[in-house]
């Protein structure tokens, strides 16, 4: 079977390399040569350097193990700290000196036009430093012309690993017969090729081109006057608009302002329209306001397989919209399962977060010492999740009578909005269902007016609830996912927004998230039950708006603030 994919290493399309700007800083400060190299790889496996390169770290805390170490090292032979050291020195420079290389990038748009898929597989760790954003404008520069684009701190793990190739092949889904490697160092050549996968070993830009040219048939080659490829076209601006993710998954948004992206995420059973009352004030603010219909809701796709809601893939789909729509970083906003996605996209993909602000949803880190799915029944509060687990029961009491649901579950905390019985989330299994013995015939909700109301059933009619319901049903594969992150920190703008009479996320759920959130501010909202967008939408644009306007500069440079 013919070769038909090409991947090339992120060295060997962005020139310089870090090893450049270390040894640059090293003459400059009057270290011996290959000092910073040695101490980044101290320790061999868990070393800083592989750490971060398998995702177990971010640049930040890398940083920081990066400067201890070398104080300690010139500590110990009696060497002084060098005038204007700062380990972030390097990294500042590979992220505003290194450039793409135009005979490379031309290169890989001549495999594209010739049939050819040119992806990128990245040793590259996470960038949660406070210049993060040039990375995150490199990556999306990247994406509009590579597919995939695979980093080691995103799938956990580093060339020369094999499991690294192996992963490569699972996301492309083909066999090593079919990828051709173009590789910087010796070791990951030999890696590739022990799995059958072609490898072209680049010395060169020159050589490494004119190998590619001969296994490929692809004339690559074309002198000094090599043109630049074209910037990626921006989405058009729309009122509504659909962004397709891949075949047979598109996302559906609204959008209203310019500036700064801010995207408001909702959670479940709710719409994008849930946002309503915070999309004129924020996009009055300056920030062009996307509203995201999530994935198994309204006028985005519903697929009917569970596994296409676990939070991995739904994050997943997230940076391929950003991607898609020339968003380089993005202020989230999200509410219930919006604000769990909210939390992991800033966790996993921090480069593309400039700040993130959850309604409601709690962050914590997954315990690697207990099933999810078992400490799930330890909660009461959670026995309707439980309920949710069996495919097609809880639809078929869901979508009966869909406005009944609706007025049922979405209601507010006040008590002219309050029925003589309530939903009772801790006794769902044990009643046969989440809406058993309550009004066939509930009367209006204060949230639900009849015009938004109809919108929503008309959202829901369109796929039912087996995709939001779906949503539910990965907590031992979300368990395992979070896991490959444990012992990160999420060190972003963070904002939490409690809200006082949510009888299920409780706002003591939320103590102690300073610990993994050190930059995390909080506001909260007392009389607010759990739809707070809706609710108390007046006391929650004021939290939003004045946490936004205290926002440091999008364009900060990187910097170790222990330095």
Do not use: F, V, Y
């Given at each position: 079977m013919a070769r038909r994919v090409v991947i090339f290493d992120l060295g060997v399309l962005l020139k310089p390399g870090l090893e450049h700007f270390l040894s640059a800083c090293e003459r400059d400060w009057g270290l011996p040569r290959g000092f910073l190299a040695a101490v980044l790889d101290s320790g061999g496996s868990q070393s800083p350097k592989s750490r971060a390169l398998r995702g177990h770290i971010g640049l930040s805390q890398l940083l920081e193990e990066l400067d201890s170490g070398c104080r300690s090292r010139l500590l110990s032979v009696g060497a002084a700290v060098p005038d204007g050291f700062s380990v972030s020195r390097p990294f500042r420079e590979l992220s505003e000196g290194a450039r793409l290389d135009p005979a490379m990038m031309r290169a890989a748009r001549e495999l594209r036009e010739h049939g050819f898929q040119p992806g990128v597989l990245a040793n590259r760790w996470p960038d949660d430093s406070r210049g993060r954003r040039a990375w995150a404008e490199l990556q999306l520069r990247l994406r509009s012309h590579f597919r995939p684009v695979l980093e080691s701190g995103q799938i956990g793990a580093a060339k020369p690993e094999p499991s690294a190739f192996r992963s490569l092949l699972r996301e492309l889904g083909t066999g090593p017969e079919q990828v051709i490697v173009v590789e910087e160092q010796e070791p990951s050549v030999a890696a590739a090729r022990a799995l059958g996968v072609a490898a072209v070993l680049a010395r060169d830009t020159e050589s490494a081109l004119r190998e590619l040219q001969e296994i490929t048939g692809v004339r690559l080659l074309f002198g000094a006057d090599t043109e630049p490829l074209p910037e990626p076209i921006c989405a058009e601006e729309l009122a509504h608009g659909h962004v397709r993710i891949r075949p047979g998954v598109r996302l559906h948004f609204v959008e209203l302002g310019r500036g700064p992206a801010l995207c408001l995420c909702h959670g479940f059973p709710e719409c994008w329209l849930s946002w309503r009352f915070q999309m004129a004030p924020l996009a009055r603010a300056g920030f062009r306001v996307i509203a995201l219909e999530m994935k198994g809701y309204g006028d985005s796709s519903a697929p009917s397989d569970i596994s296409e809601y676990s939070q991995e893939q739904i994050c997943k789909d997230f940076i391929t919209f950003l991607d898609k729509l020339g968003i380089p970083q993005v202020i989230l906003v999200g509410h219930d399962w919006g604000g769990a996605m909210a939390w992991n996209v800033a966790l996993f993909y921090p480069e593309r977060v400039r700040a993130v602000a959850v309604l409601n949803t709690p962050f914590r880190p997954p315990d690697p010492d207990s099933d999810a799915l078992e400490k799930l029944r330890q909660i009461p509060e959670f026995d309707y999740q439980l309920y949710f687990q069996e495919p097609g029961v809880a639809e078929a009491e869901l979508e009966r009578d869909i406005g009944r649901t609706l007025k049922l579950l979405i209601r507010s905390a006040e008590p002219e909005d309050r029925l003589p019985e309530s939903v009772d989330v801790r006794r769902a299994r044990e009643r046969g269902g989440l809406l058993v013995g309550l009004p066939e015939d509930p009367p209006e909700s204060r949230l639900l007016p009849p015009a938004v109301l109809q919108y929503y059933i008309q959202q829901f009619q369109k796929s039912g609830f087996r995709g939001p319901l779906n949503w539910y049903r990965n907590v031992r594969e979300n368990q395992s996912w979070a896991l490959r992150a444990h012992g990160r920190t999420i060190p972003l703008p963070a904002l939490m927004v409690t809200a006082g009479k949510d009888p299920v996320l409780k706002p003591g759920l939320s103590k102690g998230m300073e610990r993994w959130?050190?930059?995390?501010?909080?506001?909260?909202?007392?009389?607010?039950?759990?739809?707070?967008?809706?609710?108390?939408?007046?006391?929650?644009?004021?939290?939003?708006?004045?946490?936004?306007?205290?926002?440091?500069?999008?364009?900060?440079?990187?910097?170790?603030?222990?330095?």
């Open positions: 959130i050190p930059r995390l501010q909080r506001g909260h909202i007392e009389n607010c039950g759990h739809w707070t967008q809706m609710e108390r939408p007046l006391e929650l644009n004021r939290i939003l708006l004045d946490w936004l306007e205290n926002l440091p500069p999008e364009n900060s440079c990187p910097a170790n603030s222990k330095l």
